[in-house]
């Protein structure tokens, strides 16, 4: 299969899925996210061993690219709901890979950025690595990745996040157990290859049923938490405030937000 938004290859057990869209900070589009639901699954029926997730350019991945929204206010509820599915299966898709998986971040990870690394087994970031659920900030709801988010760190932690939408540097993601090791940027490269290398040199078959019995101990609580989720992403894609924030991104002014409950309506 041929992709426009990233990039794959193999050497030896280990395959590199890149996303390449680096003049957009590898910001994700429904094709992107398309593109890696197809390549994750077609890596875990590969004969790969490992999976290695990064960024082409200067960053990781800057989120959903707020582009595509600006014809949110003319999507259908149906419309809204199959974006949320969609966002919602390719986390899904990627947290239950029968592989193990390494996100590399070299640079800015935020938003779905911040869910697709620290979804990964194995997060190893450079220093000058940037985290961040930012939605609050632009009238959206960090929905589907508080799911993940809350298995990973606890309730309280991640209301600190989610509610103030600050961004946090690997150091803070590593003390929180976001990220499993924080690396010299010019080492990453190497430290990755050296995880990769003990990683495929276990069982196979013991990787992908530790992995499966990893998964399906979450799986009643994940199920429920990602319905809730997708019917949040959808809810928040027609509020007053996501249009206003998605707007105000575009224009690169101050977001005024509107009164009454939440923006709602």
């Not at 193990?100 to 990870?109: D, F, R, Y």
Request: net charge negative.
């Amino acid at each position: 299969m041929s992709y426009e938004t990233i990039m794959i290859w193999d050497v030896g057990w280990v395959r590199t899925i890149t996303l390449n869209r680096p003049e957009l900070r590898n910001a994700m589009t429904p094709l992107m996210q398309d593109e890696l639901i197809a390549a994750f699954e077609d890596a875990g029926a590969s004969d790969c061993r490992v999976v290695v997730l990064a960024g082409a350019g200067e960053a990781f991945c800057s989120g959903l690219d707020l582009s595509v929204l600006q014809g949110a206010k003319d999507k259908s509820v149906a419309e809204h709901r199959a974006d949320a599915e969609r966002v919602a299966k390719l986390f899904r898709t990627l947290y239950e890979l029968p592989k193990p998986t390494i996100a590399k971040v070299h640079g800015a990870a935020v938003a779905g950025g911040t869910g697709l690394a620290t979804i990964c087994d194995f997060t190893l970031a450079a220093p000058t690595a940037k985290f961040g659920y930012t939605e609050a900030r632009i009238g959206f709801v960090p929905a589907l990745v508080s799911a993940y988010l809350t298995l990973q760190i606890g309730d309280k932690a991640a209301r600190g996040l989610l509610l103030t939408g600050r961004l946090f540097d690997a150091a803070e993601a590593y003390r929180l157990g976001l990220v499993n090791e924080v690396v010299a940027a010019e080492e990453l490269e190497a430290r990755v290859a050296t995880l990769s290398g003990v990683l495929a040199e276990n069982s196979p078959s013991s990787l992908r049923a530790t992995k499966k019995l990893l998964a399906a101990q979450n799986k009643l609580w994940l199920d429920a938490a990602v319905e809730l989720g997708m019917e949040a992403n959808a809810g928040a894609r027609e509020t007053k405030d996501f249009y206003e924030g998605v707007t105000a991104f575009l224009e690169k002014r101050k977001a005024v937000w509107a009164s009454g409950a939440g923006g709602q309506g």
